[in-house]
C-alpha cells in the first residue's frame, strides 16, 4: 500500500506515533554517544578514562550492595542456629561451639560470594579473625597484598573501608552478629580501578555535577528533537493533504467558470482520494446533465419550430379553401363540398397533431398512467392482428406475425399504450412505403432473447433509413426526407411517442437496417413469470 493511500485517521495516528519515537530515539542517540564524547572532552580527558570512572562508580556501588546482602543473609543465618543451639539440650558444649559456624554459609549467601568472584575480586569471610569462606585458589597473604598496593597497608583487619586507586578496589566490612562474634568480609579486586582513573578524589562530586549538565542538555535535545519531528511530520502530512485539495479547489473554480471538462485526477485509496473521486463524478454527471439541457433546449426550439410549420401549414390551407369559399371561388355544389372536405380533413390533422403533442407532453411529465397488466403476448398480437391488416390493407401491404418464442410467454404491459406504440411503427412502414414495388410487406418476429427479454422485430420492405438517421428517426418532429410540405407525411412525434412508451415498459427500442431492404425496429421486453401480476 503506498502511503497517500493510507487513511487520514491511520495517518494521524502513525504521525503522533512518530512524534513521541523519533525524539526518544533521538535522545538516547545522544545520550549513548554524543553527549559521553562532549562531556569527556570538554574536562579536556579522554573518553576511556571518562568512561572508565562512571562504569567503575557504578562497580563499585555494586559491589557494595553484594556486600550488604551477603551480610545480612550470614547475620540471619546465625541468628536461627543461636535459636536451635539454644533449643538443644542433649549436645555437649563443644558441639555447640562447633555448631556455631555450622551452615552459616547457606546457599544463598554462597550465590552472592561467588558472584563476587566472578567480577576479578578476592573474598574472605571470617567469623572473630577465623575463616569461613575464602575465594578459591587465593589466601589472606595474597589479599595483604592488594590491600597494602591500594592503602599503602597490608592491614585487612581494620574496620570498615572502601579505598580504590590504580593498583584496584577494597573493601572492609565488619559487623557484629546476634550471637556476639564478629563478622568481617573482606574484597580485594585488583581489576577494578575505574572509579578513580584518571582523577582526583572527587569523583562522586564530578558525577553528580556532570548527571545535572547531561539533564539540561537532554532536555534541551528533546524540545529541539519534538520541534524538528513534528514540524518534518507536519510539513509531509500537509503535503499529503493540501495537494489533493489544492486540485479540488482548483477543479471547483474550473467548473465555476463554466470548464465542465476540467478532472482532478487524484487517485488515491483514503478519504481525500475518494471525495476527489466522488468530485470527478459530479464532474461527469454534471457535464451529462449540461449536455442533456443543452439536447433539451435544442430539442424544445426544434419542436416549437416543427409545431410553428406543422400548424402553420395545414392553418394556411384553411384559409385558402374557406376564403375560396367566402369570396365565391367554390361557385358549384361539387366545388364547395370538396373545399368542406378538405377544410374537414385538415382540421382533423391538426387535432391528431395537438393530440400528440399533448400525449408527448404527458409522457415527458411523467402524468400519462399507464396500467401494467400480465399478458400473453401471443394473445395480443392476435387481438391486434385483424386491425393490422385492415390498416396495412388500405394501402396494399401484407402482414404476418411469426411466434418464435414458447407459448405461454408472458409480459406486463399496458394493452392500450403497448398497442398505440405497435400502431406508430406500422404507420412509420406505411408513410414510407415504396410505390415503385407492387409486394410491400410488414413482418413481425417473436422471439426470446437469453431466456431473460422478448425480443420483437416489426420489419418493412419500404424505403428505409440511412444508416446516420438510424438514431434520429426517434426524436421529435424529425423527418429523414425533411420534407414538412403536409401534415399528411406525418407530425414527426409517432416513433418520438413510441420511444417513450416502450421506455416506460422498461424496455428498449432501436432502428437497423431491414433484412427485405427497408426498416427493422427492435423492441426488447423483459418477461415475467407465469405467476404473478406487475402493476404500476
Known amino acids: ?120 575480586a578476592m573474598l574472605a569471610v571470617l567469623l572473630d579473625n577465623k575463616s569461613i569462606y575464602l575465594t578459591k585458589g587465593s589466601t589472606l597473604s595474597d ?145 451529462q446533465s449540461v449536455e442533456s439541457q443543452q439536447r433539451y433546449e435544442e430539442n424544445r426550439i426544434e419542436m416549437i419550430a416543427g409545431i410553428s410549420h406543422d400548424l402553420g401549414t395545414p392553418l394556411t390551407s384553411i384559409k385558402g379553401y374557406t376564403s375560396g369559399l367566402i369570396d365565391g371561388i367554390a361557385d358549384t355544389p361539387e366545388k364547395r363540398a370538396h373545399y368542406l372536405k378538405t377544410i374537414y380533413n385538415t382540421a382533423n390533422d391538426m387535432d391528431k397533431l395537438v393530440s400528440e403533442l399533448s400525449m408527448s407532453s404527458k409522457l415527458d411529465l411523467n402524468k400519462l398512467p399507464f396500467y401494467f397488466e400480465k399478458l400473453d403476448i401471443a394473445a395480443f398480437f392476435e387481438d391486434c392482428k385483424e386491425e393490422l391488416e385492415t390498416t396495412l390493407g388500405r394501402y396494399n401491404i401484407t402482414t404476418s406475425v411469426n411466434y418464435f418464442c414458447p407459448s405461454n410467454t408472458f409480459v406486463s404491459i399496458d394493452t392500450t399504450q403497448f398497442r398505440r406504440a405497435i400502431m406508430n411503427i406500422v404507420d412509420n412502414s406505411i408513410k414510407y412505403k415504396r410505390t415503385d414495388i407492387t409486394d410491400s410487406r410488414v413482418i413481425i418476429n417473436l422471439s426470446l432473447e437469453e431466456n431473460k427479454f422478448l425480443k420483437i422485430i416489426v420489419t418493412d420492405n419500404g424505403l428505409g433509413v440511412p444508416e446516420n438517421e438510424m438514431e434520429k428517426i426517434f426524436y421529435r418532429f424529425y423527418r429523414s426526407d425533411k420534407a414538412r410540405t403536409n401534415v399528411s407525411s406525418g407530425s414527426g412525434l409517432g416513433l418520438a411517442i413510441t420511444r417513450q412508451i416502450i421506455e416506460r415498459h422498461n424496455g428498449k427500442i432501436w432502428a437497423q437496417k431491414s433484412e427485405i431492404g427497408g426498416l427493422a425496429i427492435n423492441i426488447l421486453l423483459p418477461l415475467i413469470e407465469k405467476k404473478g401480476v406487475e402493476d404500476e
Open 1 to 120: 500500500m503506498k502511503i497517500k493511500d493510507l487513511s487520514i485517521r491511520n495517518r494521524l495516528l502513525i504521525t503522533n506515533m512518530l512524534m513521541i519515537i523519533i525524539p526518544i530515539t533521538i535522545v538516547v542517540v545522544f545520550t549513548s554517544i554524543l553527549m559521553p564524547a562532549w562531556v569527556y572532552f570538554v574536562k579536556g580527558m579522554s573518553p576511556e578514562t571518562r568512561l572508565t570512572d562512571y562504569l567503575g562508580f557504578i562497580s563499585v556501588y555494586q559491589l557494595q550492595r553484594n556486600v550488604s546482602a551477603l551480610e545480612k543473609q550470614i547475620a540471619v543465618q546465625a541468628t536461627v542456629n543461636s535459636i536451635e543451639l539454644t533449643t538443644s539440650a542433649s549436645e555437649t558444649l563443644p558441639s555447640n561451639e562447633k555448631a556455631k559456624t555450622k551452615n552459616l554459609i547457606t546457599e544463598q549467601a554462597l550465590d552472592i560470594c561467588k558472584g563476587i568472584d566472578k567480577t576479578g
Open 143 to 287: 589479599i595483604s597484598k592488594i590491600f597494602a598496593a591500594v592503602n599503602q597497608s597490608s592491614d585487612i583487619y581494620k574496620d570498615s573501608m572502601i579505598n580504590a586507586s590504580h593498583s584496584g578496589t577494597v573493601l572492609t566490612d565488619v559487623s557484629k552478629l546476634s550471637t556476639g562474634e564478629t563478622l568481617r568480609i573482606i574484597v580485594a579486586n585488583p581489576t577494578m580501578t575505574g572509579v578513580v582513573g584518571g582523577t582526583d578524589n572527587g569523583t562522586s562530586a564530578n558525577l553528580i555535577n556532570y548527571s545535572n549538565k547531561m539533564l539540561e542538555i537532554l532536555f534541551l535535545i528533546a524540545i529541539f528533537a519534538v520541534l524538528i519531528t513534528n514540524g518534518l511530520l507536519a510539513i509531509i502530512s500537509s503535503k499529503g493533504i493540501m495537494e489533493p485539495l489544492k486540485k479540488l479547489r482548483t477543479a471547483t473554480h474550473e467548473i465555476r467558470d463554466g470548464n465542465l471538462e476540467f478532472e482532478i485526477g487524484y487517485q488515491s485509496k483514503n478519504e481525500i482520494g475518494q471525495v476527489c473521486s466522488d468530485f470527478d463524478e459530479m464532474q461527469r454527471r454534471l457535464k
